[in-house]
């Protein structure tokens, strides 16, 4: 399929079989327009499970090598989601093996392997797992409320801060706040 | 997105070729059988004694078992190349060719439980198992070199057991012993064995897969 033939924006990833597709063909422009649609849900998939900003593009890059090497493994009668999330999980356990506990703020590796058991395929199926979302429960509404803006859907602070009519700063410390008290209470109940 | 994410699209781009797609794994499976019986039947024509002279009793009075055994391989087979493509999670088809396949071999093994203690001079049927079983897995592992398995330890365990399951039925029509207790220990627990040796050797043989065919 020509690149030609597929135009416009894809909604919420309807297209990217094609586009797949298209890809396996030989069509570049398809290709690229893939892996810069895919890229930022990579990215709220990985921001979804704690990791630090500096780390996400790193984890990107790594799974979008792993896309490209693997792109003959996809087939039409499979969901582009399932397959393209289940190399990414793969590629986020591989970096968190390699590089160890990334920081002192992080979920090790087994309670990154506890919260990733839900075997949710999107971020917000991450965040909204039996678990996390008992978690996400126990916070004030403006930190829950934060915390998905920044962490699920990838607004940036300034962002959040002009929708909540917020200042930034108190965008950052109710995020922060938020972050911590999460992983505290994760922590109080074994993970 | 940061401007190295954005290189690397360009540059991944510019570096795409068509790709053959991999085929399904039903058809994969069928080869992998095929092949891993002609592997087996050849390596006991060229490498041992040869079929045991009563050999057609295999396909008479214990046809059901050789049956189960030939679906065992053929079904783990299936799931080691479903597993070979990634996904977020095991997929009911594969659980179920999985369990089934290393169902039929708990009965196999249940079948034998109740017999005496095995001949312990019948340990060149160990040699014999482990001469079998080296083609198809080597052949398994090969074919799975095209794929991306995310599972590993679990492709490796349905590589394995596959490959076990016809080197069995390879056992079967090359060692005319058929007491229950010669069986179970030489020819039926070695799969066990090395199932669970392939899930180890899984999680190594299969780091390093998924290579692109080119589509001219």
């Keep these: 399929m020509a690149s030609g033939e597929i135009k416009g924006k894809s909604e919420a990833g309807a297209e990217w079989p094609a586009l797949m597709l298209a890809a396996q ?17 990579l990215r709220a998939f990985l921001r979804a499970r704690f990791f630090a900003r500096e780390h996400i593009d790193d984890i990107v890059q790594e799974i979008l090598l792993a896309i490209h090497a693997a792109r003959h493994t ?23 093996r390699k590089h160890g506990r990334v920081n002192a703020n992080e979920i090790s590796d087994d309670e990154l392997v506890t919260l990733i058991g839900d075997h949710a395929n999107t971020p917000e199926e991450a965040l909204l797992g039996k678990d996390v979302k008992k978690a996400l429960a126990q916070l004030p509404d403006k930190q829950r409320e934060v915390l998905l803006m920044t962490r699920v859907e990838g ?27 999460m992983k505290e209470w994760l922590l109080e109940y074994g993970y | 997105m940061s401007t ?31 092949l891993s019986l002609a592997a087996v039947f050849g390596a006991i024509q060229l490498f041992t004694k040869g079929l045991r ?99 590993r ?18 056992m079967r029509f090359l060692c005319p012993n058929e007491e229950p207790s010669h069986l179970l220990v030489w020819h039926y627990l070695p799969v066990l064995g090395f199932t669970i040796f392939g899930c180890l050797l899984g999680q190594i043989l299969l780091q390093k897969t998924s290579t692109p065919r080119s589509k001219k």
């Design chain 1, 74 to 96: 996809y087939r039409p009668e499979q969901p582009f989601r399932n397959w393209m999330y289940g190399v990414a999980r793969h590629k986020m356990i591989d970096y968190m």
């Design chain 2, 4 to 34: 190295d994410t954005d290189k690397l699209i360009e540059s991944l781009g510019q570096d795409l070729k068509p790709v053959k797609p991999m085929a399904g794994a039903g058809p994969l499976a069928a080869v992998l059988s095929v």
């Design chain 2, 153 to 170: 330890g679990w492709a490796g365990y349905a590589f394995a057991m596959s490959a076990g399951s016809f080197s069995a039925l390879g």
């Design chain 2, 53 to 151: 002279p009563d050999w057609q009793v295999i396909l008479g009075d214990h046809a059901g078992q050789s049956f189960g055994i030939l679906a065992s391989g053929v079904l783990a087979g299936y799931a080691a190349f479903r597993l070979c493509v990634p996904d977020t999670r095991i997929r009911p088809p594969v659980r179920v060719a999985l369990i089934v396949s290393s169902f039929i071999w708990v009965l196999l093994l249940a079948g034998q439980m109740s017999a005496s203690a095995p001949d312990v001079a019948e340990r060149n049927c160990l040699t014999d198992f482990s001469l079998l079983f080296v083609i198809p897995f080597a052949a398994a592992i090969f074919m799975a070199t095209r794929g991306a398995p995310v599972w």
């Design chain 1, 25 to 41: 063909n030989g069509d570049a422009n398809a290709y690229r327009r893939l892996l810069r649609e895919i890229t930022p849900p």
């Design chain 1, 155 to 181: 607004f940036s602070m300034a962002e959040v801060a002009k929708k909540l009519g917020m200042t930034e700063t108190a965008v950052k410390v109710t995020a922060h706040r938020a972050t911590k008290r």
